[in-house]
């Protein structure tokens, strides 16, 4: 997303219509009540609550967006009507300000069968919209859990893809059904100690360093890539501070817009798009600094560390393939064969003294 | 001519399964290993195919551990204190010497003896270790996702998958002395028919 158009647009906003804005406060003085609901035309009912403290710490929140900026069909409250404002209100349209993700979603599967009259989601479908967080330090399966895996069950379709617990643990869905997407193999700490993710907060905190010291104490080199023997001096500082460090592989995106262009017709099924040595699902390498806001640092990592044991927990068959095995195999193939050779080619030369002995007896 | 019954019935189904699927398990093994260079079928039928033969090899395995135990005749892979050093240094100094001069195999296949010091040995650390030790692994990568836990547990699935790889080149290389060391009977292909038969034929001596 144009980062820097957007802010550049909030700002314009908020100089354009400093006057008239309403404030968060007065929408949440009805709308922090819980009891707050609204009867449905079939008679379910909606909540209205919206929490205080679950908005301030949601992307928007820390954006400090008001509620009218997405909810702009309110101009003013008028405390004369039972209801201050019109209802029921304008869809929001997210557009507004992401208009790029809107236009990768305008070419999406969802958004074509959304137009053929189906109920296929839109932004606030999947999205939560009033409390959505930064989602670059995800990893694969929360991300799945968050999206796709909440309405589709992958298991039900993909009849021609084996492993597909391996795969859908690995490898998020919009690798293979969003087109334009630039795929990345995200490398995380995993405590095997403690069984789970290390945040990138921690990490830092258990080494003592800010955030920018980060490179510069692992990039010994200061080419701005993490190689192996960096990496393994993370691991070693890590394991002195009792975090047993695996570096937990999975084949994830870089978050750009074009993640909203899902589809079905275009989506990846050729196994050599990953399982394939330098295939371009595996150039691109980050090692990922998770933060509490649900934003993340990435650090290029040398594509090389993914064929060492290091990585010892993410192998693509073919793909990943650690090199010395093959030459220790080459010797043990090369030591069957000369045995046969050897000893057979022996055998024929020696046979004359066989047979001397045979006309002997 | 004197002919020895040696290889019953459920042995004999149990090897040539075996001998094929090692065979087709060791090509689709380089298939996979290698899918950038071989083109001899496509990547997913390698797999597909690779796992359903390492099923039924793994089951043929189970025939092969419960033919043996059960009938007690597992004792033939046995090696006696006499084929530890003796027999062995016996056997070793036969196929180094004397099967080039002419002497004589100084070992004689009996049903209930039927394999040579080294072929005790060889055999008994094939089928007691090295072929279980594919399965287990073999099973694992069978699906990496289910058995997560227990690849993380045993060093993560580079480490099981490099036992796995290591032991794929020791059969290709087990395979090919073997057919080697099988042609070595009284002619070309009588070892080959005695696993077809069951009867081993020795020409009378003297
Ligand atoms: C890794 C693969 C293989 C293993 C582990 C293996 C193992 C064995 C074992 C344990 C025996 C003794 C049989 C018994 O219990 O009575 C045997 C015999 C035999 N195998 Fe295999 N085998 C393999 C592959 C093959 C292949 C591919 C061939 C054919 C080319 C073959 C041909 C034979 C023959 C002819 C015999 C009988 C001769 C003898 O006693 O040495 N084997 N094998």
Redesign the pocket.
């Given at each position: 997303m144009g980062r820097l158009a957007l802010a550049g647009l909030l700002l314009l906003g908020a100089n354009a219509l400093p006057l008239f804005a309403v404030e968060n406060d007065e929408c949440l003085a009805c709308h922090s009540d819980p009891e707050l609901v609204k009867v449905l035309p079939n008679g379910d009912t909606l909540s209205l609550f919206v929490d205080e403290e679950k908005f301030a710490a949601s992307v928007h929140g820390i954006n400090e967006l008001s509620c009218t900026d997405c909810h702009s069909d309110i101009e003013e409250l008028n405390y004369d009507a039972e209801v201050p404002h019109p209802v029921p209100l304008q869809p929001v349209d997210c557009s507004m300000c992401h208009d790029e993700e809107a236009e990768a979603y305008a070419q999406s599967i969802h958004a074509q069968l959304r137009e053929a009259g189906k109920d296929a989601p839109s932004c606030a479908q999947c999205h939560a919209y009033h409390y959505t967080k930064y989602l670059y330090a995800d990893n694969v399966q929360d991300l799945e859990n968050k999206f796709c895996l909440r309405c589709h069950d992958p298991y039900r379709f993909h009849a021609w893809l084996p492993q597909k617990a391996t795969h859908f643990r690995h490898v998020m869905c919009t690798v293979c059904h969003a087109e334009g997407v630039s795929p990345q193999v995200h490398l995380r700490v995993f405590d095997r100690k403690s069984d789970r993710f290390v945040p990138g907060h921690e990490l830092l905190q258990v080494l003592n360093l800010s955030e920018d010291e980060f490179l510069e104490t692992y990039d010994a080199n200061s080419n701005g890539i993490l190689d192996l023997t960096e990496l393994e001096h993370l691991k070693a500082a890590l394991h002195g501070k009792g975090i047993h460090a695996v570096f937990f592989g999975e084949m994830g995106v870089e978050l750009t817009p074009e993640v909203h262009r899902v589809t079905k017709a275009k989506a990846v099924q050729t196994c050599e798009s990953c399982h394939q040595p330098g295939a371009t699902n595996l150039q691109q390498v980050v090692f990922v600094l998770s933060k509490p806001t649900g934003e993340a640092e990435f650090f290029e990592v040398d594509p090389k560390v993914l064929t060492s044991p290091e990585v010892s927990n993410f192998y693509l068959l073919n793909a990943t393939r650690i090199p010395l095995l093959d030459r220790i195999g080459l010797v043990v193939l090369f030591l069957g064969l000369a045995f046969a050779l050897g000893h057979g080619v022996l055998r024929f030369l020696t046979s004359p003294l066989r047979r001397k002995k045979g006309e002997k007896s | 001519m004197k002919r020895v019954y040696?290889?019953p019935v459920p042995?004999r189904i149990w090897?040539w399964i075996?001998?094929l699927g090692?065979?087709l398990l060791v090509l689709t093994g380089f298939q996979l290993r290698f899918a950038d260079h071989l083109h001899w079928i496509s990547f997913r039928t390698a797999v597909v195919v690779h796992a359903w033969i390492g099923i039924l090899v793994s089951l043929d395995f189970l025939l092969w551990l419960g033919y043996y135990l059960g009938t007690g005749k597992i004792r033939v892979y046995l090696p006696r204190a006499y084929d530890l050093l003796k027999g062995a240094w016996k056997q070793a100094r036969y196929y180094a010497y004397g099967i080039f001069v002419g002497e004589e195999n100084p070992f004689h296949p009996e049903p209930e003896n039927?394999?040579n010091a080294l072929?005790k040995m060889t055999?008994l650390a094939?089928?007691g270790l090295l072929?279980p030790l594919q399965v287990i692994t073999g099973i694992l990568l069978l699906n990496t996702g289910k058995f997560a836990g227990i690849i993380e547990a045993l060093g993560g699935l580079k480490v099981v998958d490099a036992v796995h790889v290591v032991l794929f080149y020791v059969?290709a290389a087990?395979?090919i002395a073997?057919?080697y060391?099988?042609s070595l009977g009284p002619t070309f292909w009588s070892?080959?028919k005695?696993?077809i038969t069951g009867w081993e034929e020795e020409p009378e001596e003297g």
């Open positions: - | 040696l290889h042995v090897h075996h001998a090692i065979l039927k394999f072929q055999y094939i089928m072929v059969f087990f395979i073997h057919f060391l099988a070892h080959f005695a696993m």
